[in-house]
């Protein structure tokens, strides 16, 4: 091989093998991206508590399902989300508390346990996420990362914000705020850029001095698989701790 296309191909791997740089942050930008991380935390330490009752349609290869949620959770990891089909019938009922969990199919008289920090909840509800991480959806929150200004850019699209949240200099995450600071939607990318999943919230309304999103939607490859709208929100009341107590497991039953 002649010398000069070692050279190139030497350059090209070297290119390959580089991660991308990462511009530094203008003077204005740390100020502005402490302000904006201030916000997001003090929204998502704001919900407590909360019940509500919501309308769902879960869309996937393994659930096609139309019904209603009772929703009763603690944050950050208890969570009593009772699933009823139209006729009110209770098809299902999730109680997770720490380190526990239990799914309960009273039509089966069976219970399955399984592990609140694993991602497992995908055959049952339509997502693939932790009790922990449905709790913040639930609560309108998004599974962001850990949040700190050197690892954010930011750009403004008209009067909403965009925030792009880095990982080895490739974004992994993407929020875009309207400028009252509600949260519209969240992006989690690929690392080639492309968005592989996204949660989309709508029809923010006020509860108890707290904008809240009734209308959350999850999106996997361009795909609706989960629409949940809120038709009530109670916000910060002290719940039952009853609603949390996992059940003894039955024989038969088993973690997933």
């Known amino acids: 091989m002649p010398p000069l296309w070692k050279f190139i191909l ?30 997001l935390k003090a929204r998502e330490a704001a919900v407590r508590t909360l019940s509500g009752m919501a309308r769902v349609v879960i869309n996937n290869l393994k659930i096609r399902f139309v019904g209603t949620e009772v929703i009763h ?34 039509a089966k008289s069976s219970v ?10 995908y055959h049952f509800l339509g997502v693939n996420l932790t009790v922990s991480e449905l709790i913040r959806l639930l609560a309108g929150m998004p599974p962001l ?7 954010i850019r930011s750009e403004r699209d008209g009067s909403a914000i965009i925030l792009s949240f880095l ?16 949260l519209l939607r969240w992006d989690r990318l690929d690392g080639g850029g492309t968005v592989e ?18 209308r ?23 719940l039952d701790p009853g609603l ?9 039953g088993g973690e997933r």
């Open 145 to 151: 990362p850990l949040l700190t200004p050197e690892k």
């Open 112 to 121: 399955r346990v399984f592990s609140p920090q694993k991602k497992n909840l």
């Open 244 to 252: 949390f107590q996992v059940p003894p497991v039955l024989p038969g």
């Open 167 to 182: 990982k080895k200099g490739r974004v992994c995450q993407r929020i875009r705020m309207n400028g009252s600071g509600d």
């Open 10 to 39: 030497l350059c090209l791997l070297f290119a390959a093998c580089t991660r991308p740089s990462i511009p530094p942050l203008s003077p204005g930008e740390a100020p502005f991206h402490r302000e904006i991380i201030g916000r």
């Open 197 to 214: 999943e996204s949660l989309l919230f709508g029809d923010f309304r006020e509860v108890k001095g707290m904008r809240l999103p009734f």
């Open 216 to 238: 959350i939607r999850l999106e996997v490859a361009g795909e609706t698989l989960l629409s949940l709208r809120y038709q009530s929100i109670l916000l910060n009341r002290p």
């Open 73 to 106: 959770l603690e944050a950050p990891d208890r969570l009593h989300l009772e699933i009823h089909d139209p006729l009110g019938g209770l098809q299902m009922l999730l109680v997770a508390k720490k380190e526990k969990g239990a799914l309960l199919f009273p």
